[in-house]
């Protein structure tokens, strides 16, 4: 089977990938965008994507072309802890914090370890990259420039670079969740040690101008006990204030619960669609 994920080697989703799908082509690809289409196009059978991260939200990229762009429905997904660690070409190691020119990494990377990079690295222009990989790649492929990148372990270890800092994140708990899109249905292991449970996620969008919609839509699930780990709201890109809600729910569809519940929101003029119900996995910090 051919996996696609945002690379180049040695990304976070790369990680992701390597636990959820030991064997089989792992492709990379430049942007969240050109993966998902990968599926689209039939280049591959299963695209893993970055979807929120604890302390950035939600990466809208993913989720606004899954909504708008493309038909797919999400087959699985995946936790992993993120630890951001500073690195530098072996040629810039000695005293490279008087030296240093610039900084890369993905955006939300550079937003993850703010208070060093303003404490250590004031001043030091900080340029954004399509992945943590890409930034620590890009460094080792300057060795001559006095630069640094902010990547993972193993990105250190796929391009030669040496951690001249490590765990330069602001917070101690960080996790990120990657999300497993295909056509067809994938067979995830169910007796796998990071195997959490299941789960499935809807996308409601309210009636126009009815006081209390959302309060009803919540009662729906509320006197079924049925347990929401996430509601979010995104815009539906047809006019100012006009919003759609994405709903966890924490468990796998059913015939009874769920049907029902999916049954009285279109009572109440919602539109409802299902984006997936799928096994979780989390990857333990070591």
């Known amino acids: 089977m051919k996996t ?3 690379g180049p080697r040695a990304t976070f989703t790369d990680l992701a990938v390597r636990a959820l799908f030991p064997e089989g082509e792992a ?17 591959i059978e299963v695209a893993v994507v970055p979807l929120e991260n604890a302390l950035e939200g939600t990466v809208n990229i993913t989720l606004d072309y899954l909504i708008h ?69 890009y460094v080792a492929e300057n060795p001559d420039q006095a630069i640094g990148a902010i990547a993972n372990e193993l990105a250190a270890k796929e391009y030669g670079l040496v951690i001249a800092q490590p765990d330069v994140h602001d917070y101690n708990y960080n996790r990120t969740r990657f999300i497993v899109l295909s ?45 929401l780990s996430k509601i979010e709201s995104r ?13 966890d729910i924490d468990t796998a569809i059913d015939e009874v619960l769920i049907p029902g519940a999916i049954a009285e929101l279109e009572a109440l003029d919602c539109h409802v669609n299902i984006l997936g119900s799928y096994p979780y996995y989390q990857i333990q910090a070591k």
Not at 118 to 123: A, M, N, R, T, Y
Not at 183 to 194: E, F, G, N, T, Y
Request: aromatic content about 8%.
């Open 4 to 6: 696609g994920y945002l």
């Open 27 to 43: 492709i990379p690809y430049t942007t969240i965008p050109d993966c998902i289409d990968a599926v689209v196009d039939d280049e």
């Open 69 to 137: 762009e493309v038909d797919l429905p999400i087959r699985g997904e995946i936790s992993a802890p993120i630890r951001q660690h500073f690195m530098v070409h072996p040629n810039q190691l000695e005293n490279w914090r008087g030296r240093l020119t610039a900084v890369y990494s993905h955006s939300h990377a550079i937003a993850q370890c703010h208070k060093f990079l303003h404490q250590e690295l004031k001043g030091i222009p900080k340029h954004t990259i399509t992945s943590t990989a890409a930034a620590a790649q």
């Open 183 to 227: 056509k067809k249905l994938v067979a995830l292991p169910l007796d796998s040690p990071i195997y959490k449970g299941q789960k499935t996620t809807l996308m409601v969008t309210l009636p126009d101008d009815r006081s209390g919609a959302l309060h009803q839509v919540l009662s729906a699930f509320a006197w079924r006990k049925l347990n």
């Open 235 to 247: 815009p539906t890109k047809t006019g100012l204030g006009n919003y759609f809600f994405l709903i």
